[in-house]
């Protein structure tokens, strides 16, 4: 059964601190992973989505890296600023399965102080 | 192009109630997931519908019933409303299976 794991669950750092969010997956066998982030109270906003293929994605200041083999995913944001807290979610499709049933992880909440 | 709509946002039920919460895609998308959020579990998958057809389905009991339209617009029902259905319900859409999910702002049910 696939299992997401994001650490640490929160991190406060000032702004403009490059910071790195970790996500851990259990099984390999993977289509995509895709991270999200969400606002208090409110529904998810897409950030980034790998396909199993990709290493990396990058949008903007956003940088995201898979790496099927050891189960992880790193999510790279530079020159963080206080828009940046939020809560960052990973999720990834059960195994083997490229439909839109995804895991998630518990999140990791970020907060940038000015 | 306009998002992803939820209806209601909020809902106050009472125990044994039942509730029907509704879902309209991004225009041209095919595929629709429903996802329970609370702070105990997190998100948690319920139902995922491609082209009115249920293609996966999560955890939960019989209760949560789900179906799709031919316009992709998605409902989901639950029926005899215990107190730990109480959660922010999310809907999101894709054009198909493995691709970029987009999410709606969430129906909160309470049950009292």
């Known amino acids: 059964k696939q299992e997401v794991t994001q650490i640490p669950a929160a991190l406060s750092v000032p702004e403009g601190e490059n910071l790195v969010l970790n996500c851990s997956f259990t099984?390999?066998?993977?289509?995509?992973l895709q991270w999200f982030r969400q606002d208090p109270g409110k529904g998810l906003t897409s950030l980034l989505l790998i396909q199993s293929s990709q290493r990396e994605q990058t949008s903007g200041r956003l940088n995201a890296s898979l790496d099927k083999s050891s189960g992880r995913s790193t999510l790279y944001i530079a020159a963080s600023q206080p828009g940046d807290s939020a809560t960052y979610l990973c999720?990834?499709?059960?195994?083997?399965?490229?439909?839109?049933?995804?895991?998630f992880g518990k999140g990791t909440t970020l907060s940038v102080s000015s | 192009k306009a998002g992803v709509t939820q209806t209601p946002r909020y809902l106050i039920k009472t125990r044994g109630q039942q509730v029907t919460l509704s879902c309209s895609p991004i225009s041209g998308h095919r595929s629709v997931s429903w996802y329970q959020q609370t702070p105990g579990q997190g998100l948690q998958f319920l139902f995922e519908y491609f082209s009115e057809t249920q293609r996966n389905k999560g955890n939960f009991p019989g209760r949560f019933s789900g179906r799709q339209f031919s316009n992709s617009r998605s409902e989901m029902n639950v029926s005899t409303l215990e107190l730990g259905d109480s959660a922010l319900y999310l809907c999101?859409?894709?054009f198909g299976p493995g691709e970029t999910q987009y999410f709606g702002p969430g129906t909160r049910l309470l049950v009292l």
């Open positions: 999720a990834v499709p059960p195994a083997n399965q490229a439909g839109t049933a995804l895991i």
């Open positions: 099984d390999s066998a993977i289509y995509n």
């Open positions: 999101a859409s894709s």
